[in-house]
C-alpha cells in the first residue's frame, strides 16, 4: 500500500509516475529468521534486502528476469542511466538514476557512454505496478471493480489531496534465504517465520527548479523500498520525468494492506503464504523414504556488521569477526542508512540433517 498526500496539486494525470518500486520486492524485507521444529536455522540479519538484491544481480540468468521479473518487481536499471549533479535540480542533488523517460527523438548519442540515459528498468518496474485502466478504451472490458478483484497493482484513487496506489508484490521464500532453495521434501515437520518489514515515509518539499527530500522516518525496518522519479522534462536529447507536483509538500508512506495516513486498505487484507503439497502413491512414498531416510541440507546463512568513520577515500583495515566458519563470500558496501560508513556481508555455510519420514531435526 503506497499513498501520497498533499494539501493540494495532486490531481494531475501525470502524478501516479512520482514513485516506483525499487529493485525486487524483497525491498520491503528488512530482515527474517526461520525456525525448524522450534529451533533457529536462519538467523535474524537486518539489511537482509541489501544482501539479496547484490545475489540476484550476480546469480539471476537473463531467463530468470523474462521469465519472473514482472511477477517479483525485478528489471535491471540501466547501467548508463545514473548521473550526478552537485546542487539541487528536478532530478536531486548528488548521484541519481530516477530518469525514466527517454527523450524526444530517442537516446541521446552525444554524450560519451550515455547511449541508454533513461532508467529502463525503473519504467518497467512503474508498469507493473500503478497502470490506470485508461486508453484504447480498455474501461470498457476491464473494469476497475474487476481489477481489485484480480488483485491488479494499480492505481485506485487519486484527487488533489491523495494518491493511492495499491501493489500486489509477490515474494518468493528462495529469494530472502538461501534455505528454501535447497530444502527437499519433507513430511511432519513445522516451521515458523519471524518477518521484519521496511515500511517508512519521506516528506518531499518541491520547487519549480528542486526535488528535495526533506524529511524521513521509519515505521519498521531500516530502508525505504521506494524511488522518487525524476520531476524533470525531456528534450530532445535528455532524459527525465514529468510528474506535476507543483509547490505544495507532499508525503509519501509505504505500508502493508493499511496506509497509515488516510486508513485506505487494500482489497486482500492479510499476507498469503503458498507452498507446493504432493500427496504420492503409497508405493511410491515409501521408495522415496526407503532410497533416502534422512536428508542433509547444506545452504547460506548472512552476518552483516556495521562500522563508522570510514570516509570516501579512506583505507581501513577493520576486525570483522574471528568466530566464523564455513565462509562463503564476503560483501562490503558503502551505505548511508543510520549514519553508517561501511556494511559488511558475510555468507558463511549451515547445514542440518532432517528425518524425511517425521521431519524431525537429527542435527
Known sequence: MVEATATAGLDGADVPNMMGFRNGYWNMINSMSVEFNNQTIVQQTPFLNVFRSFKAHTFFSESDVINHGNEIGYALDTASSWGYDTADDLSEKGVYNNEYAPPTSGHALTTNWDLGSHNEGLR???????KFPSGKGKTGVVTDATRGLL??????????????????AKLRLKEIT?????????????????????????SIAPTTNTLRVAQASVLSGNTFPLMVTS????????????????TNAVRLSVDIVKSRQNGHQTSLTSCRLYAPLYKLNPLEEQRYLSL??????????????QFTGVNAGDTFNIFVSNGIADIQSVLGRNASAQQISLMIFVAFKRSITVDIQTGARLS
Not at 497493482?153 to 493511492?164: D, G, L, N
Not at 513430511?187 to 515515509?201: D, H, I, P, W
Not at 533416502?292 to 556488521?305: F, G, T
Open 124 to 130: 518497467k518496474r512503474m508498469e507493473n505496478t500503478y
Open 178 to 202: 538461501d534455505y528454501f532453495e535447497k530444502v527437499p521434501l519433507l513430511k511432519g515437520s513445522t516451521m515458523r517465520f519471524l518477518v521484519n518489514t521496511n515500511q517508512a515515509e519521506v
Open 151 to 168: 488483485y491488479q497493482s494499480r492505481c485506485v484513487s487519486k484527487s488533489a489531496t491523495s494518491v493511492v496506489w495499491e501493489v500486489y
Open 292 to 305: 533416502s531416510p534422512s536428508k542433509r541440507v547444506e545452504y547460506e546463512d548472512v552476518s552483516q556488521y
Open 231 to 246: 520531476q524533470k522534462d525531456t528534450t530532445a536529447t535528455a532524459s527525465g520525468g514529468k510528474s506535476t507536483l507543483g
